[in-house]
């Protein structure tokens, strides 16, 4: 069964942190420089913002490992729920889609992923829980996602927005997962979030699928807000994160965990970037540019006439209220402003699923996982972010 187009943006996965974490306000990081603690590896001292700038500075083009990946934000399983999703959204055949399906299991339990890389055209990345392995391969502007089950794969061409090649100058845009399973990736977005309401220091050593590593931690300043810290393992030759992990401020286990069990800076065999040879391999069907000239002919002439020629003020997109770690991102739903946001019946479901709030703003109903909470309106209005409930009604009083 063909991935459908959204799908294709999520088949590759990115295996270096670019230059612009470099960008990093130095005012926020931490000089004091690292202590080994006993049994630890000793190295040489080093600053946080030394760190940042050898993780910004690293130019690994080559890797291969085994990355193990732990995800518990509260959240049930996601295993199989891609068929729901398809059915849900009327897809029937085809809408399900097998690559969204694993990349969705990554948001709870423990997995294990094989992954390597060549140069920014050439990765692949293996999930290994089952007996029969599930592959994303990309080499160059060709793309394979592989099911070792049926030992079949569907192939299709993907490029940037300019018309290069998905391994040409500029690659990466537009093709980045929208989960980052890597170490490196997850260390990109977190060093993306430092701002002056961040806290970043170098926590000593550590050692990492054999290799030696520093351990930068980032924690924010504000209360308020979900994580507590971030720790990010980075090898102290090549300064490639190696592991990373975030732990909630309300204590317990890490809520993710994601980390080299094994890793080479070797270049990985050409073949890894492509599915065995004898695979059965079919061809993912191509969108037309443009329609038909018999079909355009057919259409009514005044298609479309009485659709809107904005979209309306309340899908203008997420307001974001606040800053740092404890932003909080506001939406509104039709309906919301005449009283007619949450039909009874799903209301009173909701109920089940949340807690209810009352506040300036009204009542609510708050949803909860170990990361990210959102407090629903009776008005529709919702609230999300990775701060705590009492925020979310502080912030929905305040929008009042």
């Known amino acids: 069964m063909a991935p459908n187009d959204s799908a294709g943006r999520r088949r590759t996965a990115r295996y270096a942190v670019p230059v612009a974490v470099a960008g990093v306000a130095a005012a926020t990081i931490g000089l004091v420089p690292a202590l080994a603690a006993s049994g630890d590896p000793e190295l040489p001292q080093i600053t946080a913002q030394q760190l940042v700038e050898k993780i910004a500075a690293s130019d690994v083009q080559q890797l291969s490992g085994t990355v193990k990946v732990t995800t518990d934000l509260g959240l049930p399983s996601f295993a199989g729920l891609e068929g729901l999703v398809g059915a849900a959204g009327g897809g029937g055949e085809g809408g399900d889609d097998p690559a969204v399906g694993k990349l969705m299991e990554l948001a709870s339990g423990t997995h294990t992923l094989r992954v390597a890389a060549d140069g920014p055209g050439k990765q692949r990345l293996d999930f290994v829980d089952d007996a029969a392995e599930y592959s994303l391969i990309r080499n160059g502007e060709d793309v394979w996602a592989y099911d070792g089950a049926s030992r079949e794969a569907v192939h299709s061409t993907e490029k940037n927005a300019d018309g290069k090649d998905a391994g040409g100058k500029g690659s990466g845009s537009g093709h980045e997962p929208e989960f980052q399973a890597t170490p490196q990736g997850l260390a990109e977005e977190a060093l993306k979030a430092v701002d002056d309401t961040t806290s970043v220091t170098v926590d000593g050593t550590a050692r990492i699928a054999g290799r030696d590593a520093y351990q930068l931690l980032i924690k924010p300043k504000q209360s308020g807000s979900t994580i507590g810290s971030i720790k990010v393992a980075v090898d102290a030759e090549k300064g490639v994160p190696l592991k990373f ?55 009514p002439k005044d298609l479309g006439k009485d659709l809107p020629k904005d979209l309306p003020e309340d899908f203008a997109g997420p307001n974001v209220i ?33 807690d209810k709030v009352s506040g300036k703003f009204g009542s609510g109903t708050v949803f909860k996982t170990r990361l990210v909470n959102a407090l629903l309106t009776d008005d529709g209005t919702l609230y999300a972010g990775a701060v705590s409930p009492e925020r979310l009604v502080e912030v929905a009083d305040g929008a009042k």
């Open 245 to 299: 992990t975030l732990m909630p401020s309300g204590g317990g286990k890490a809520a993710i965990d994601a980390g080299f069990t094994k890793v080479d800076f070797g270049a990985p065999a050409a073949s890894t970037f492509a599915p065995p040879r004898d695979a059965k391999v079919t061809e993912e069907p191509q969108a037309p540019e443009e329609l038909p000239e018999g079909l355009a002919k057919d259409l």
């Open 322 to 354: 606040g800053e740092g770690w404890t932003a909080v991102a506001q939406l509104s739903a039709p309906g919301g402003e005449s009283g007619e946001g949450v039909p009874a019946e799903a209301d009173r479901f909701l109920d089940v699923l949340g």
